[in-house]
Structures are given as structure tokens and as C-alpha cells.
């Protein structure tokens, strides 16, 4: 079973600033399928990124992602507030094959 | 665009079967390689993946929920439907219907709010 593991748990910055999200796998993810997911309170989860690097549609330049094997990083290059929300990485097993998702990381907008 | 909707009873009694209904506008269930699948996040809490069907048939299911759980699809409507069988407290969670492809869910529906209790 693949355990997700999202650092830091809380994230607080100030606009303009630089935020780096950490996602850890228990194993190496099958083709780097790792994803993330943005969800604000009272709504529901918002697809950014796929396969690792791949931007999701309508989703700005400001938001990227990088990683391979275990290690895996959101970076949302300048902070604007409706950034604020919690933030997910999801990956794949395929034995059996199931998805998994992280604890999340809230990032906090001063 | 696609988009989904839960639907379903809001509250449900302890050792029950919570059922719920997703239902696809714009587009087809059958269209394309989708998996169609449910994911539920308890109060405060973070995502559970539930399981997923594709529209071939085949089902996965989460391990942990796998003797409880069955999703199935309906064609002709457009839906596909989430059974969990006797439920307790724990299961009180806001349950999503997603659409994915290529093991990512790209599209939810806005989540519906079940609570198990008497």
C-alpha cells in the first residue's frame, strides 16, 4: 500500500512570496502518476496538476510541479490570495490498483 | 463540459445502506475511457478514495471499504451509484462523484453531505 506524506502541514506566507509543497510516496509512484488537487473551504477538490508536471486546463503559470520516483514538489511561484485553500497529492497504485491520496498542506495567505 | 451531481438521502440510520446517485450532464457516461468514481472526506478531514467503475464495468474499490462497497453504472441514465452497507458513524462524510481519466479525478461534482444517525 502507497502512504502519501505532505509537508509542511501549514503553510503560512504573504503575498508575492514563493510556496514549495512537499509530497513524499512510501514507494515509487507507477509512471509518475501523481497528481494535486487545490480545495477551498466549502468546495470541492480542484485538479492542478497531473503526471507529475502537467498542468491542468485553465490552471495559471504561477502554479507547477516537478518530482519523480518518491519525491515530489508543488511550487506556486507568487503567492496571490485566492491561493489560499488546502492542497493535495494524490497517487496510484496499481497493486491492486486504487488511489491514495495525502494528508494535505493548508497554505495561509497573511 | 461534463459535469456532476450526487444526489441521495442527507441522513441515514446507523447499520443502513447509504445509496447514493451521480448524475452526468454534457457528455455520455459511455464516451471515451473514463473511470467514474467516489470519494468522500470526513468533517475536517482529508480525501478517501471509495472506489471506481469504468464504463466498461470494472470496478476497484478501496481495501479498507471493499466488503461494504458497490458502485455500479446505469447507461440509460447517465448515472452510476455508490452502495455502502452497514454504515456507522464513521461513514458520515461529504461524499464526491468524480470523473477521471488516466488514474487523475479531473472532474467533481459539488459533494453531498451524508450523516449516519438515529
Known amino acids: 500500500e502507497i502512504v502519501l506524506t505532505q509537508s509542511p502541514g501549514t503553510l503560512s506566507l504573504s503575498p508575492g512570496e514563493r510556496a514549495t509543497l512537499s509530497c513524499r510516496a512510501s514507494?515509487?509512484?507507477?509512471?509518475?502518476?501523481l497528481a494535486w488537487y487545490q480545495q477551498k473551504p466549502g468546495q470541492a477538490p480542484r485538479l492542478l496538476m497531473y503526471?507529475?508536471?502537467n498542468r491542468a486546463t485553465g490552471i495559471p503559470d504561477r502554479f507547477s510541479g516537478s518530482g519523480s520516483g518518491i519525491d515530489f514538489t508543488l511550487t506556486i511561484s507568487r503567492l496571490e490570495p485566492e491561493d489560499s485553500a488546502v492542497y493535495y497529492c494524490?497517487?496510484?497504485?496499481?497493486?491492486?490498483?486504487?488511489?491514495?491520496f495525502g494528508g494535505g498542506t493548508k497554505v495561509e495567505i497573511k | 463540459q461534463v459535469q456532476l451531481q450526487e444526489s441521495g438521502p442527507g441522513l441515514v440510520k446507523p447499520s443502513q445502506t447509504l445509496s447514493l446517485t451521480c448524475t452526468v450532464s454534457?457528455?455520455?457516461?459511455?464516451?471515451?475511457?473514463?473511470?467514474w468514481s467516489w470519494i468522500r472526506q470526513h468533517p475536517g478531514k482529508g480525501l478517501e478514495w471509495i472506489g471506481y467503475?469504468?464504463?466498461?464495468?470494472?470496478?476497484y474499490y478501496n481495501p479498507s471499504l471493499k466488503s461494504r462497497v458497490t458502485i455500479s453504472i446505469d447507461s440509460s441514465k447517465n448515472q452510476f451509484s455508490l452502495n455502502l452497507n452497514s454504515v456507522t458513524a464513521a461513514d458520515t462524510a461529504v461524499y464526491y462523484c468524480?470523473?477521471?481519466?488516466?488514474?487523475?479525478?479531473?472532474?467533481w461534482g459539488q459533494g453531498t453531505l451524508v450523516t449516519v444517525s438515529s
Open positions: 468524480a470523473r477521471g481519466t488516466n488514474v487523475v479525478a479531473a472532474v
Open positions: 454534457g457528455g455520455s457516461i459511455n464516451s471515451g475511457y473514463y473511470f
Open positions: 467503475i469504468y464504463s466498461t464495468g470494472s470496478t
Open positions: 514507494q515509487s509512484l507507477y509512471s509518475n502518476y
Open positions: 503526471g507529475a508536471s
Open positions: 494524490q497517487g496510484y497504485g496499481d497493486s491492486p490498483p486504487r488511489l491514495t
